[in-house]
């Protein structure tokens, strides 16, 4: 079965750091971009960043380029979201996602077919 697994949310200070790791596992072979989304309460889900798995390109919403970096370990079967300089806007929950279609719609939650469950990002003041 395959499934996306988040993990290293929590709680850190504004101007702190996080790194949040998704593993793949199950049927995820087929992979053409990850992708990382938030949802604060009350506010739709929002594109965070995403990284085509062949090429490494990658992509990022304008509130975190510069402060966010997305990457990927073909060997692990993992892509990670390394978060610097936070602030309380970015807390959330972040969601992992799999595009396994070549769907191309890089910073479209629709373009992706495959989720995690999400994990808390809070930051505090």
């Known amino acids: 079965q395959a499934q996306l697994v988040e993990s290293g949310g929590g709680l850190v200070q504004a101007g702190g750091s996080l790194r949040l790791s998704c593993a793949a596992s199950?049927?995820?072979?087929?992979?053409?971009?990850m992708g990382w989304f938030r949802q604060a309460p009350g506010k739709e889900r929002e594109f965070v960043a995403a990284?085509?798995?062949?090429?490494?390109?990658?992509y990022y919403a304008d509130s975190v380029k510069g402060r966010f970096t997305i990457s990927r370990d073909n060997g692990k079967n993992t892509v990670y979201l390394q978060m610097n300089n936070l602030k309380p806007e970015d807390a959330a929950v972040y969601y992992c996602a799999l595009d396994r279609g070549g769907s191309r719609s890089i910073d479209n939650s629709n373009g992706y077919d495959l989720w995690g469950r999400g994990t808390q990002v809070t930051v505090s003041s």
């Open positions: 990284v085509i798995w062949s090429s490494e390109f990658t």
């Open positions: 199950g049927r995820t072979t087929s992979r053409y971009a």
